[in-house]
């Protein structure tokens, strides 16, 4: 199902004219957590949470056995 419905489309040209710009996808799957009662600052706050998450740097972690030294034929 890759078409949204006309209201949809219309809908999601508008917050695209508003600056918003969004996959078709993840409009629609939002679409359908308001259709479903979850509310809208539930929502909200999640891509808040969601953005944080993707904006903060990546810390990587390394295993113990990474640490060791390796040792190589001369």
């Known amino acids: 199902m890759d078409q949204l ?4 489309d219309e809908l999601l040209y508008l917050a695209e004219l508003a600056g918003i710009h969004m996959d078709k ?5 939002l ?3 308001l259709n479903m009662g979850v509310s809208p600052d539930a929502v909200f706050n999640v ?3 969601i953005k944080k998450k993707k904006s903060e740097p ?6 113990h056995s990474s640490q060791k030294a ?3 034929p001369k």
């Open 31 to 33: 679409v359908q957590l």
């Open 25 to 29: 996808d993840l409009f629609r799957n």
């Open 5 to 8: 419905r006309p209201h949809q």
């Open 58 to 63: 990546h810390r990587v972690r390394r295993s």
């Open 47 to 49: 891509l808040k949470i």
């Open 70 to 72: 390796v040792s190589r």
